[in-house]
């Protein structure tokens, strides 16, 4: 062979392994990228073609009582569906037929036990399915499938059963502090309540779960990848449910005597602040909320505000006292009706003659007039900050959902009515709430602490999360509070409701409340009230403060249409609490006039 055809074979070997290295090179190289490089997004798009997810949800959180008993829990129901091509394959294909569990008309069969249908339904509605749409992946088994359901299906292992949990809320109280508690929407939503108040705490975090699919859509061992689902914290409220459900149907039963729109009861300890009862008529059930009109669904302890009426009459006397201007045993003549010296005409409820009505007096009587001479000893931007240090135009630290803070008019624009009107309670409004944590401070030495309804938030794994520790504040000198309640006592012992209130062997204070409604005009409803009763007990050592309200009774149109209902209400928290009765004597009555 020549030199010159020696060199081109070599050329032409030379050529070939440089094609034969370049297609290597290409191959090493794709194959780092497919390995390597993008691994991850090959795994993924192989998985997408392979696999399914599906999301795996988390129990939403208890709502439980000051003792533990659950007023709501989360639960599932399974809603489970066939698949009318696959089971169609398992009876025509023979591949598939060999691996079938059992033929089509034995599982439907047994299908429809458990889900509580007939065989004869389950494969119409598979035929239905296939006879619309051959290649039909989905036909409609049952919904709201039990947990015992979904399992029974499970065992039967069939491939084309399919089922998805879904969560649901139970109320397994029912009514009990319903309007409190509040529920959930079709949606999932959290409406209302402490269920939308403490959604962070309640609310679950979902988790997935994902596995490979092999022939005929079924699952393959060992591909299951579960990321779990966290469930919700447990809320414990400070009320009581077995009270609250006492007091809810004693005040329905008393609303409904005396001819009310509705009614509640709050219950407030007096050295926390913590709300111990909350009931209210009508009330909403929430596991059927359709069973009550829409206005129910809120609390109207929280949500409406009225003017007090007589019940801020305590607080007038509250700040007379503490800024010096009067003790209990100042006087003022007062008749029943009088033009006041900015030409004014007041009126007391009841006619009288003239006369020398002490304070103690004039709140025993609850006379305006002679409240709106004393209230007026004191300055009306002075008297304002004693009613905003009372909690009024400040919505509760609760928070509580469609909660209102009451309107208060700024004292540089009261008018010649309005500097009386506000000494008896009128010209600003409340909510019982807001009542309720004003009493409170008078009970408490004039340590005003706040309202407060929740305890605690549990995790799922265990940890606690207890509420902050209520703020608090000094708002009147503890001798203010001591000589009110004194007061108070004399109009629980020498008011007109002396003998429906009474509980034997406790000392207690009262006030009532007879409060005009607002007919939208500017001016009042003629002869309809919004009534209210609230008292402390007991008197010497105060535990305990209990507030009835009635929303436009027409049997008895005065506050003595609370009397029966306070006193079945404080006997039964007294006893419920296990309050000793009073060890201390009452002391002298005091003297109604001069």
């Known amino acids: 062979m020549s030199t010159r055809a020696t060199r081109g074979t070599r050329r032409r070997t030379v050529v070939a392994l440089a094609v034969i290295l370049t297609v290597l090179c290409a191959f090493v190289f794709r194959l780092v990228d497919i390995q390597v490089v993008h691994a991850d997004d090959h795994v993924a798009e192989s998985l997408g073609q392979m696999s399914s997810s599906s999301t795996v949800p988390g129990a939403r959180g208890d709502i439980v009582d000051a003792n533990g008993t659950v007023l709501a829990q989360g639960a599932f129901v399974y809603d489970s569906q066939l698949d009318p091509k696959l089971i169609n394959d398992f009876e025509t294909k023979p591949a598939l037929k060999k691996k079938a569990k059992m033929p089509w008309s034995e599982a439907s069969e047994r299908i429809a036990e458990i889900v509580g249908m007939t065989g004869d339904e389950v494969r119409a509605l598979v035929s239905a399915k296939l006879a619309a749409d051959p290649t039909s992946q989905y036909a409609k088994l049952k919904n709201g499938l039990s947990t015992d359901q979904y399992l029974a299906l499970r065992d039967l292992k069939l491939a084309y059963v399919h089922s998805t949990a879904r969560p649901v809320r139970v109320y397994p109280n029912g009514a009990v502090a319903g309007n409190l508690v509040g529920f959930l929407n079709g949606a999932g939503k959290a409406e209302y309540g402490i269920e939308r108040m403490q959604q962070q705490c309640l609310a679950a975090t979902s988790g997935t779960n994902t596995y490979k699919r092999g022939q005929g859509g079924v699952r393959i061992p060992g591909s299951e990848r579960t990321v779990p689902a966290v469930d919700g914290g447990t809320v414990q409220l400070t009320i009581d449910s077995d009270l609250n459900w006492y007091l809810q149907q004693m005040i329905a039963e008393e609303a409904q005597r005396q001819g009310a729109i509705s009614g509640s009861v709050t219950v407030v300890e007096v050295k926390t602040g913590k709300i111990r009862a909350a009931a209210e008529y009508p009330s909403v059930d929430p596991n059927d909320i359709n069973a009550v009109d829409p206005e129910y669904w809120r609390s109207h302890i929280f949500s409406d505000a009225h003017e007090p009426g007589s019940t801020f009459k305590a607080v007038t006397a509250a700040t007379i006292i503490d800024q010096g201007k009067a003790t209990w045993s100042s006087h003022v003549s007062a008749k029943s009706r009088e033009k006041l010296p900015n030409g004014q005409v007041i009126n007391d409820a009841f006619p009288h003659p003239q006369n020398e009505y002490t304070l103690a007096g004039a709140l025993i009587d609850s006379s305006n007039v002679a409240l709106s001479k004393f209230g007026t000893m004191v300055d009306p931007v002075t008297r304002a900050d004693y009613l905003e240090r009372f909690g009024v135009g400040h919505k509760t630290a609760i928070g509580f959902p469609a909660e209102q803070k009451g309107q208060v008019i700024?004292?540089?624009?009261?008018?010649?009515?309005?500097?009386?009107?506000?000494?008896?309670?009128?010209?600003?409004?409340?909510?019982?709430?807001?009542?309720?944590?004003?009493?409170?401070?008078?009970?408490?030495?004039?340590?005003?602490?706040?309202?407060?309804?929740?305890?605690?938030?549990?995790?799922?794994?265990?940890?606690v999360h207890k509420a902050p520790e209520p703020a608090s504040e000094q708002i009147i000198k503890p001798g203010t509070a001591k000589e009110v309640l004194?007061?108070?006592?004399?109009?629980?012992?020498?008011?007109?409701?002396?003998?429906?209130?009474?509980?034997?062997?406790?000392?207690?204070?009262?006030?009532?409340?007879?409060?005009?409604?607002?007919?939208?005009?500017?001016?009042?409803?003629?002869?309809?009230?919004?009534?209210?009763?609230?008292?402390?007990?007991?008197?010497?050592?105060?535990?305990?403060?209990v507030e009835v309200t009635l929303d436009e009774p027409t049997k008895i149109r005065s506050s003595a249409a609370n009397a029966v209902a306070f006193q079945q209400a404080m006997t039964q928290v007294l006893k419920t609490y296990r309050v000793a009765p009073s060890s201390q004597p009452m002391e002298e009555l005091l003297p109604k006039f001069d």
Do not use: H
């Open 486 to 545: 004194r007061m108070l006592e004399n109009v629980a012992v020498q008011g007109g409701n002396a003998r429906a209130i009474e509980i034997p062997g406790y000392r207690i204070g009262i006030k009532t409340g007879t409060a005009e409604k607002a007919n939208g005009r500017g001016g009042y409803k003629k002869g309809i009230y919004f009534t209210s009763m609230i008292g402390i007990a007991p008197i010497e050592d105060p535990q305990y403060i």
């Open 410 to 463: 700024d004292p540089a624009k009261w008018d010649a009515r309005t500097l009386y009107t506000t000494t008896f309670g009128q010209a600003f409004t409340v909510t019982p709430a807001q009542l309720a944590g004003a009493y409170q401070a008078l009970g408490n030495n004039g340590k005003k602490i706040d309202l407060s309804l929740v305890e605690s938030c549990t995790d799922a794994d265990g940890t």
